[in-house]
């Protein structure tokens, strides 16, 4: 039972307890009395959410498990208020098969962690043949991209689109025109240009985005576009909505807080794909997501070895970690309301990946009890070393944010109780 909180949903506020019962929420109100040898989570001063989604994890298993693991990701997961995570297949070998497919639901299966795997559009992600999409929709996937690398063929891009669209399933790119992001390693600008570190201009970014939206136009094919980062991508996903395409589109946490000023330090802890950009970038997104041109906060979440990230800028990997400090980034640096934040963390990010009948819907009698307890009052300062990743590249260290989960609860199950994951 979560007592004494007032539940925040897509109905509202209200202050209620809520009992949960074989996984389920049995019932919501205030001033219920809890059965028999239930847990009683305190909620009191907090807030009572469905769980968070996130439709951009890189959870790394298999292949790259120094880095990540689903058992430690889906930890780093819960602590941030997610109870279900997508994770990208750009692992080794790539999720681009039905056997690979099964072998992260049962990784995921083995944990308490709720883990939705997208499957590749391309096999090997290499961008020449598609992969058998259909295997790995019978299987329950229903998002694919190939991220980390765009489609580069336009032609093959299109038949993926009507592939996809024929299956009811959706297609999410990773918007970069290859040949002109080449060699690039940050926002080709000034900070570029006085680092001496070779750029990618935000063009890259906007060719690719500006394509695929002609080609959703063209195939009547709903496409999710990730991590946008310039403010001539949040401007062509107004303009795409304005006439009506079926398109979505997800921001990351650093392409609202960070600026590739951030750089200035050589320090690859900064470096990310697409890079960071200039500070009217960093306003246009935030506008996007204020505006609902932008659907939906996505993490990014991508860890990688110590040693790995203490190469140098030009060849030390991209990304950055992201799921215990998205929710406290979001409440801390942008300007809306709590309601407004939770839309883009839960219930919208949930409806994109098709998972709305069991994550992000109302906390309400009869729905599965998938859970955040937020503390939105709660103060705190990014350590790396505490962490549950079993990476540390993390580019928030030493920074104090606004609001952080206390409980969390998966399939009736609590993971994180008072801030501390369960074993």
């Known amino acids: 039972m979560v007592r004494g909180g007032t539940v925040l949903d897509q109905l509202g506020r209200r202050p209620a307890d809520v009992v949960v019962t074989d996984g389920v929420v049995a019932a919501v109100g205030q001033g219920l009395q809890a059965p028999g040898g239930a847990r009683i989570l305190d909620a009191g001063g907090c807030l009572v959410s469905p769980g968070l989604v996130d439709l951009h994890t890189h959870l790394r298993q298999p292949g ?42 049962e990784l995921a299966a083995a944990s308490r962690w709720q883990v939705f795997p997208a499957g590749a559009i391309t096999r090997e992600r290499a961008g020449e043949r598609l992969a058998p999409m259909a295997e790995m929709a019978a299987l329950g996937v229903r998002l694919f991209t190939d991220d980390g690398a765009g489609v580069q063929d336009s032609r093959l891009m299109r038949r993926a689109l009507e592939y996809a669209s024929g299956l009811g399933v959706t297609l999410a790119q990773h918007c970069e025109e290859a040949g002109l992001a080449a060699g690039g390693h940050l926002h080709e600008g000034a900070w570029s240009s006085r680092l001496g570190i070779p750029g990618t201009p935000a063009e890259a970014e906007e060719l690719m985005l500006a394509r695929d939206l002609t080609l959703s136009r063209l195939t009547g094919a709903p496409m999710h576009f990730l991590h946008l980062s310039t403010a001539g991508s949040v401007a062509l ?57 932008l659907d939906a906060i996505a993490t990014d979440h991508a860890p990688h070895p110590q040693e790995a990230k203490e190469l140098p800028f030009d060849q030390a990997p991209p990304g950055m970690l992201g799921l215990e400090t998205a929710l406290a980034l979001a409440l801390t640096e942008l300007d809306l309301t709590v309601e407004e934040v939770l839309a883009l963390l839960s219930w919208r990010p949930a409806g994109i990946a098709g998972l709305e009948g069991d994550h992000g819907g109302p906390v309400a009698e009869g729905r599965p009890a998938n859970l955040c307890v937020i503390d939105p009052a709660a103060t705190w300062v990014v350590e790396p070393d505490r962490l549950a990743s079993r990476s540390r590249n993390t580019p928030y260290a030493g920074r104090r944010l606004t609001g952080r989960v206390r409980h969390t609860v998966v399939r009736g199950e609590p993971v994180v109780i008072d801030g501390e994951a369960q074993r």
Do not use: Q
């Not at 120094?66 to 889906?74: D, I, L, P, Q």
């Not at 997961?77 to 690979?100: F, R």
């Not at 946490?253 to 200035?264: I, K, M, W």
């Not at 802890?269 to 505006?291: E, I, M, Q, S, T």
């Open 237 to 293: 996903v107004r303009s795409a909505k304005a006439a009506g395409l079926a398109v979505t589109a997800e921001a990351a946490p650093h392409h609202f807080t960070l600026t590739s000023a951030c750089a200035a330090s050589y320090d690859p802890v900064f470096k990310v794909n697409p890079p960071l950009r200039d500070a009217p970038d960093v306003d246009a997104v935030k506008l996007g997501l204020a505006d609902g041109t």
């Open 64 to 105: 790259m498990e120094e880095a990540e693991t689903v058992e430690s990701g889906g930890r780093a997961a819960a602590l941030g208020g997610y109870t279900a995570v997508v994770a990208m297949p750009n692992t080794d070998p790539p999720i681009d098969c039905a056997s690979v497919v099964r072998d992260v639901l």
